[in-house]
């Protein structure tokens, strides 16, 4: 059983920087593919970005310029970089991992979640 836990959330100003990291138990992260996505009250939970074996990565456009996905084998852990945060990134923001089918960027796609951390941009 794989288990996740994210952590490094908080609460900063509008313009800030935070790294969210995310550390596995139960499996390793080096052959498989790790996401974060985010979940603001009474939205979807949204895709942010997503790290593959091979070390390619992709973002959404919403986060495109500003965050930055990346991962750490020895350390079996995935971080997000966030730059210049914007009180539209204030969310739940969520790791996730090995994918069941389809693509990288859909959330049902994924078979283990952490329980999230909390990302508090004010303006």
């Given at each position: 059983q794989v288990q996740l836990v994210?952590?490094?959330?908080?609460?900063v100003q509008a313009?800030?920087?935070?790294?969210?990291?995310c550390a596995a138990s139960g499996s390793t992260f080096s052959n498989k593919v790790v996401a974060w996505f985010r979940q603001a009250p009474g939205k979807e939970r949204e895709f942010v970005a997503v790290t593959w074996s091979t070390g390619h990565t992709y973002n959404s456009d919403s986060v495109k310029g500003r965050f930055a996905i990346s991962r750490d084998s020895a350390r079996n852990a995935v971080y997000?970089?966030?730059?210049s945060l914007k009180p539209e990134d204030t969310?739940?923001?969520f790791c996730a991992t090995e994918i069941i089918k389809g693509v990288g960027?859909?959330?049902h796609n994924y078979k283990y979640w952490g329980q999230g951390?909390?990302?508090?941009?004010s303006s």
């Open positions: 994210e952590s490094g959330g908080g609460l313009g800030g920087s935070l790294r969210l990291s997000l970089q966030m730059n969310a739940l923001y960027y859909e959330a951390t909390q990302v508090t941009v």
